[in-house]
């Protein structure tokens, strides 16, 4: 995986591959190639960036053509894996990754097969190429070929002596750009806004075929698929604010697509795969005994959250540490702990700082979440998972945090699996879970306007206290920092059961308690708690779930999330905080997306 972009068209495809490519490179990637037939098949591959692929494409010109960016699951990053791959003269990009793809190359090398690479694609390429023998057709073989793949999928294929591109999707994103002087396809508008705004998105099962003046697409089961030709709305500019008042409320209401941009790779799988972490996750995830998470701020957060995935679904212990403290003590090495780090820039300097001490202990089973694919962090790290967020401008992180809580709960369900603690119905269950989350944010998306109502009663206040309970203690301390960061208003997050311990002394009627109260196995505990608030005159702000019984009234205000989540509810709960702090900011007048003494980047201790 990770990038494709497909075109035939009148003129030379050459530069609008490219160029779609380049606007794919913000979902991370180690190695570029394209196939273009002039007639015959021309391919070229490049590790390293799409500006190395492009210097050698110059000169070149054709009028049909695939292109990819990968980055790597099945093999190192290197010319040999990277895509297109071939078939005699048969070209194949794909993303997504095929759960079957060893028994399919061994049937294929028995056939007599040679494979050049260690990807899971090369197969797919193969396998097509067999069934042309018997069905001549690429669209009928293509169609025969697919139905034999377990795990998601979305390629692009086209051969010598044929003017079309057949594409197929299921799971990974796929859809189609129309224009009248050619057609394309691509794994997301952007790469296709220079050429066209005309798209249709494809559906799982659906297979498409392109000429230049005409296309057709049917499902899996070989029926007409009418779908609709949809103008897209996407920027050109990825970075540009469009009808949003500030970066950071775009990237807030972007959270659903970035978290089904992260979680792309699940698709129609059927089960985890460590490979989504790198290629040498098997065997590094398989000899870990524990969990050290490093990291900053708002990355801090979602590692505090992770800590209660990890040891509540793998049985692992783990440790989060703030990385700016912890390569200043004497700490224990470990060496078989898995050494998480977690970074939005993957720049930031007391990260890097945090894991290069850890490498030099001897705890070398280093794993990267990070939003920048070419970014140091990712550099230093033996694994890594990509957070497909995109660019995010705002200081105050939204986005980035939620998808960096959906990788962390990959990662915590995938070693639960690899230590036999996750069966496969509960599996299959916390799949669908994830599959729904973007769904499920932008339900609570549409809470902004009684969000915004609370909002004005923040204005005039100076202090603010944030409580949860559990794995939405976290949440509270992330919805605190994101008030403090950008409406100057001082506030602290605490577990409820801390209040008797100190905190209520604090309480009075002028100082708000925000409540993250999900309906969970803690909810009695934290309403005993918020009654400690409600008997000393305090006034109460719960974000509940529907289900959660909270009654309000004159000092207590109620807000019903649309639905309990279970265990990724961190991730719902945390994005009417992330509005509230926009909202009260806006109210105050401060500076929203460049609040006053912070950077995006921190690159210095």
């Known amino acids: 995986m990770c990038g494709i972009v497909a075109a035939v068209a009148q003129g030379n495809i050459v530069p609008v591959l490219i160029e779609g490519l380049r606007k794919l490179e913000y979902r991370g990637y180690d190695s570029a190639g394209i196939a273009v037939f002039k007639p015959d098949l021309l391919r070229l591959r490049s590790v390293g960036r799409v500006a190395d692929l492009a210097s050698q494409c110059e000169g070149v010109a054709a009028s049909q053509g695939i292109a990819h960016t990968r980055w790597a699951t099945h093999g190192v990053p290197s010319e040999r894996n990277a895509h297109p791959h071939v078939s005699g003269g048969l070209a194949v990009v794909h993303n997504g990754i095929i759960e079957n793809f060893l028994d399919i190359k061994q049937r294929l090398m028995a056939e007599g097969y040679a494979f050049t690479s260690d990807t899971d694609t090369e197969a797919v390429a193969h396998l097509i190429a067999h ?37 197929a999707r299921h799971g990974a994103p796929l859809l189609l750009g129309i224009s009248d002087t050619g057609n394309y396809a691509a794994s997301d508008a952007s790469a296709l806004l220079q050429v066209t705004r005309s798209m249709i998105y494809l559906e799982d099962g659906d297979i498409a075929e392109l000429k230049r003046d005409s296309y057709r697409i049917v499902r899996a089961d070989g029926s007409a698929a009418l779908h609709s030709v949809v103008e897209s709305q996407l920027s050109a500019d990825a970075v540009e604010l469009g009808h949003y008042r500030h970066y950071m409320q775009k990237e807030i209401f972007e959270q659903p697509q970035a978290l089904a941009n992260t979680l792309e790779m699940l698709g129609g799988a059927q089960s985890l ?40 679904l793998a049985k692992l212990p783990c440790t989060v540490e703030i990385a700016s403290e912890y390569r200043y003590r004497d700490s224990v090495p470990a060496p078989d702990t898995l050494v998480v780090t977690i970074s939005q820039s993957g720049e930031t300097a007391d990260t890097l700082a945090a894991v290069k001490h850890a490498k030099a202990q001897g705890m070398t089973a280093t794993l990267a979440i990070c939003n920048v694919p070419e970014s140091a962090l990712i550099r230093e790290s033996a694994l890594k998972f990509l957070t497909r967020a995109g660019p995010e401008i705002g200081v105050a992180s939204t986005k980035a945090f939620t998808t960096q809580l959906a990788a962390l709960a990959l990662l915590a369900l995938t070693l639960a699996k690899q230590q036999g603690r996750l069966n496969a119905d509960e599996e299959a269950r916390q799949l669908t879970a994830l599959r729904h989350l973007p769904v499920a944010v932008q339900k609570v998306l549409v809470l902004e306007p009684e969000i915004r109502e609370w909002a004005e009663h923040f204005a005039n206040k100076h202090h603010a206290l944030f409580l949860g309970r559990g794995h939405h203690y976290p949440i509270a301390l992330e919805g605190a920092l994101k008030l403090k960061e950008i409406s100057y208003i001082h506030a602290e997050a605490y577990p409820a059961g801390e209040l008797k311990h100190g905190p209520l002394a604090l309480v009075d009627k002028d100082m708000p308690v925000i409540a993250v109260a999900p309906n969970d196995a803690l909810l009695e505990k934290l309403k005993s708690n918020l ?48 509005l509230l702090a926009y909202h009260a900011a806006l109210v105050k007048g401060t500076d929203v997306d460049k ?11």
């Not at 293509?142 to 051969?159: E, F, K, M, P």
């Not at 990291?295 to 505090?304: D, Q």
């Not at 608030?533 to 649309?562: C, M, Q, T, W």
């Open 131 to 167: 069934t042309l023998k018997t069905e001549p057709d690429l669209f009928a073989a293509v169609r025969q070929a697919t139905r034999q793949l377990v795990g998601a999928y979305a390629i692009a294929v086209s051969r010598e002596g044929e003017d079309r591109v057949v594409v």
């Open 273 to 312: 795969s460590p490979n989504i972490f790198g290629v040498d996750a098997p065997e590094i995830l398989g000899r870990i005994r524990s969990v050290l998470i490093l990291a900053c701020g708002t990355s801090y957060h979602s590692g505090l959250v992770a800590r209660y995935w990890i040891e509540q």
């Open 531 to 578: 009654q400690e608030v409600k008997a000393r005159g305090g006034e109460l702000y719960v974000f509940a779930d529907k289900d959660s019984e909270f009654s309000p009234d004159i000092n207590v205000h109620v807000l019903r999330l649309p639905e309990h989540y279970g265990l990724l509810s961190p991730v719902l709960h945390v994005i009417p905080l992330q």
């Open 595 to 605: 609040p006053r003494n912070l950077a995006k980047s921190v690159t210095v201790e």
